[in-house]
């Protein structure tokens, strides 16, 4: 093991430092704008019309959660877009480390991150804490505010290239919409009868208190077959 000055441990500690809150600063900043284009669309539904269609019946709510996290409520569903505090450098073995533009400069594999779950309403109103939700899509933007997304169908469709795709506000708002878009068409489906067939005392007493038995969007079903994901296009040149 060869050794290193303390200067260099110092500058190595320093840069690497400096590098991981430049993208935390950069990530915090992506998830105001995603809250902000959010509360933009929540205003915009309720100004739109269609024939025969009262838009107070079908809410469209924004609940902030906190400084890393928010919730778009619509239907029967919610979404939950939640920052990750810490930083993390995509993988060797991903596809994306063979590209040039990482190539050219390994910082630019450094990344925070964004996670979009999928929830049923249902789950938090009447407190079915054994409920799962799903990941639909997962968003990285590095220091230069680049960004690729991980996900299902229509999410994983919004990006082509990490070097020249920029976390602006109009890619946020195709993300939020895209994201929308995905979980109305991702329906519940009534699961097989073998998997629901039993029930325990539990679940039964808890149903009486208005709680339901487990419920998830594809219970008995493997959910990763049921959309494909996507992980996108990404140039070697």
């Known amino acids: 093991m060869m050794n290193i000055s303390n200067e260099e441990l110092f500058n190595k500690i320093f840069q ?3 590098l991981k809150q430049d993208i935390y600063q950069i990530t915090l900043e992506s998830i105001r704008t995603f809250k902000k284009e959010a509360k933009k669309l929540v205003k915009e539904y309720p100004k739109t019309h269609g024939q025969n269609m009262d838009r107070s019946r079908i809410p469209v709510t924004f609940q ?9 409520r619509f239907g029967g569903d919610i979404l939950l877009f939640i920052m990750h505090t810490n930083i993390f ?3 060797r073995n991903h596809e994306i480390r063979n590209t040039r533009y ?10 925070g991150m ?5 929830f049923l309403a249902d789950s938090f109103k009447y407190g079915r804490e054994d409920d799962a939700g799903y990941l639909i899509g997962r968003l990285m933007v590095n220091k230069e505010n680049h960004y690729f997304i991980e996900g299902k169908k229509e999410i994983g469709m919004i990006y082509h290239h990490f070097e020249n795709s920029i976390l602006d506000k109009e890619a946020i708002q195709q ?8 979980t109305v068409n991702f329906d519940l489906l009534i699961p097989p009868y073998e998997a629901v067939q039993i029930i325990s005392v539990a679940d039964l007493q808890l149903s009486y208190r208005g709680r339901s038995l487990r419920t998830a969007k594809r219970m008995g079903f493997k959910f990763q077959a049921d959309k494909k994901e996507v992980k996108g296009m990404h140039s070697n040149e």
């Open 64 to 72: 902030d959660r906190g400084e890393f996290e928010f919730e778009l």
């Open 175 to 182: 993300i939020i919409s895209s994201a929308m878009e995905y």
């Open 89 to 91: 450098e995509i993988p």
């Open 16 to 18: 690497k430092g400096s």
């Open 114 to 118: 964004l996670h979009i779950y999928n």
């Open 102 to 111: 990482i190539k050219d400069d390994t910082e630019r594999s450094y990344c």
